[in-house]
């Protein structure tokens, strides 16, 4: 058996239960086999792949607050430490009755090649807990996100683990947190990144990760001899990404067409009014199915089926394999020719080879969504030099910092002899960053 079968036979035998965390390793495991296979005899013995799927350190913890009815509530708090050769952990919170140890494990072992791809100086970390904002007043968001910091808190710092939004975590829920780390700690520093403007925050951090996703989106397709102007787009999810995503590619003259939350989906012939959307999800914390209210002339169906609206290009940007092998050839049946993920893993494996046999182009999450955490490295650099950069400035870091990313997996693809292959090129360019640290620091 060769080394990288030997140890996801390893992985899913020691992580039972965690299908998704099996499944992201498959992945990039898969996309390394070549760049492995070259220097097994040294990799093995410094058992480099054992420590790459093993977590630095999980820390997990009860979460005891107090709802408006007086009744104590107990729900289960995280943080996945995975891996510190590049830099302090840097991941996001998840607040969803989803969580589990298993997701944010995935999401912690993808964070570490996606921040190794953004060329900046930081590790990968995942958590949050299985605690659902939905429908919870602001008071009881409060108790909730002051009693995870009070536990947190110990095992978090400004060059040791900055946590960020994800999933349930926006500029209230990261304000309620920073305000409790600061009380317990007495520290005012960049310890969390998403942060309000007035208290540390960065412009464009709001808009990152769907804008870096357009982004590279649109370096994807120039290089490839195609423009996104023009060209009608389905956006799956109506949160942060899905959000800033379409504003960028509408921005750039494409016409998004279709946006959805885990009730239904809204298709809009015209294209999505992008104010309607932000005052339902910003501001009144709503459902899609509102947009109806104000744009008559939209349809709004409950359920599944996004994908089964005629596009040239798809963006999911919801949540993890909500794209699955049929949802993949009802897009090339429709004539959709790019697919770039903005949320992390939507795509099944499946409609992922599914993409990459067809010659559709492919942009995976590691790569397509990195804007978000790049955006917040710029956060904790800001921070620490007690500085604000305009709009302009970050904005253009972000493009910048995207391209480059690009550049970095087309290259690695082309070098291993799959030009084209993203996933491959992505996951082999994280790599390289990661290894070569971690080779330099010994066994640790
Ligand atoms: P939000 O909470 O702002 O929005 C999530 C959206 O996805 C909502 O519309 C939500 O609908 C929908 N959704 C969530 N779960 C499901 C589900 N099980 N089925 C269908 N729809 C669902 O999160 P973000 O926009 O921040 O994150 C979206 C994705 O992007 C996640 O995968 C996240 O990990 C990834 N990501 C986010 C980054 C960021 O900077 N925010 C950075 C990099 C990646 P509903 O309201 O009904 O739950």
Not at 35 to 60: G, Q, T
Not at 115 to 129: A, F
Not at 322 to 347: Q, R, T, W, Y
């Amino acid at each position: 058996m060769s080394y990288v079968d030997e140890i996801y036979a390893k992985v899913v035998e020691q992580n039972p239960g965690e299908a998704e965390f099996h499944q992201a390793v498959k992945e990039v495991l898969d996309s390394l086999k070549l760049v492995i296979d070259a220097n097994e005899d040294k990799y093995r013995k410094m058992a480099l792949l054992e420590r790459l799927v093993e977590p630095e350190r999980i820390i997990s913890f009860r979460v005891p607050w107090v709802d408006d009815n007086g009744q104590v509530q107990v729900n289960k708090g995280y943080r996945v430490q995975f891996n510190s050769a590049i830099g302090p952990y840097k991941g996001g919170l998840r607040l969803h009755p989803s969580v589990n140890q298993g997701i944010l494990k995935f999401l912690g072992f993808e964070q570490v090649f996606k921040n190794s791809l953004t060329g900046l100086p930081i590790g990968g970390g995942k958590g949050g807990s299985n605690f659902d904002p939905k429908g919870k007043s602001d008071r009881e968001v409060m108790a909730f996100c002051q009693s995870f910091m009070t536990e947190l808190s110990k095992y978090i710092g400004a060059d040791q683990d900055v946590p960020a939004g994800d999933i349930g975590v926006g500029a209230r829920e990261i304000g309620f947190l920073y305000g409790q780390y600061k009380r317990l700690t007495g520290l005012y520093e960049g310890v969390l990144t998403g942060k309000g403007l007035n208290y540390g925050g960065s412009l464009v951090r709001t808009q990152a990760t769907g804008y870096g996703l357009v982004y590279i989106l649109d370096e994807m397709l120039k290089n490839n001899g195609k423009e996104l102007a023009g060209k009608t787009v389905v956006v799956s999810g109506s949160g942060n990404v899905a959000i800033y995503a379409t504003e960028k590619a509408q921005q750039l003259g494409a016409k998004v067409v279709a946006l959805s939350d885990s009730n239904g989906y809204i298709y809009d012939a015209d294209g999505i009014k992008l104010d309607v959307v932000k005052e339902i999800k910003e501001v009144r914390r709503g459902r899609i199915k509102e947009y109806t209210a104000s744009v008559p002339s939209a349809v709004y169906t409950e359920g599944k089926g996004i994908w089964t609206i005629k596009c040239d290009i798809a963006l999911p940007c919801a949540t993890q394999n909500e794209l699955n092998l049929d949802d993949a050839k009802a897009l090339k049946a429709n004539g959709c020719f790019a697919v770039a993920e903005g949320a992390n893993m939507p795509s099944t494996r499946e409609a992922t080879d599914f993409f990459l046999e067809n010659n559709m182009l492919f942009m995976p999450g590691k790569a397509a969504n990195a804007g978000g955490v790049a955006t917040s490295a710029l956060e904790m650099s800001q921070n620490s030099q007690r500085l604000s950069w305009s709009f302009d400035e970050v904005d253009a870091k972000l493009k910048d910092i995207m391209v480059n990313i690009f550049a970095k997996a087309n290259d690695a693809a082309k070098r291993y002899g799959v030009a084209g292959n993203y996933v491959a090129g992505a996951n082999i360019a994280g790599f390289e960053k990661v290894v070569d640290a971690m080779m330099a620091q010994g066994i640790v």
